[in-house]
């Protein structure tokens, strides 16, 4: 059974900084690439970050690159994301989902390559 349960969010003031944790099971997890996507309140989802099986590879959109850092921990079937210099902008429900495959792409951005997805943890930037 393939479970991926996110935790770290919570309330945060702006310029603030969180590590977002998925810990999975239920699958090889070295073997396959990972990401975080979030959800705005009112808004569709946004892919957040992706990195690699092997986590030498990652990618960001405009919207976090030098904000939001992807990695993972093949040996403790963990992947994380460092969210620092927050925005309220940035207050959303966070997921971390897994790709069909191993390594990441441009159209890795595709939601319809994702066949797992955690439920959610809430993550709220304000003064």
């Known amino acids: 059974q393939v479970q991926l349960v996110e935790s770290g969010g919570g309330l945060v003031q702006p310029g603030g900084s969180l590590r977002l944790s998925c810990v999975v099971s239920?699958?090889?997890?070295?073997?396959?690439?990972m990401s975080w996507v979030r959800q705005a309140p009112g808004k569709g989802l946004e892919w957040v970050s992706s990195?690699?099986?092997?986590?030498?590879?990652?990618t960001y959109p405009n919207s976090v690159k030098g904000r939001f850092t992807i990695s993972r921990d093949n040996a403790k079937n963990t992947l994380y994301l460092q969210v620092n210099s927050l925005k309220p902008e940035d207050t959303a429900v966070y997921y971390c989902?897994?790709?069909?495959?191993?390594?990441?792409?441009?159209?890795?951005?595709?939601?319809?390559?994702?066949?797992?997805w955690g439920q959610g943890t809430q993550v709220t930037v304000s003064s």
């Open positions: 989902a897994k790709v069909k495959s191993s390594e990441i792409t441009i159209a890795t951005m595709d939601f319809h390559l994702y066949d797992y």
């Open positions: 990195i690699n099986s092997g986590g030498g590879t990652t």
């Open positions: 239920g699958f090889t997890f070295s073997l396959y690439a």
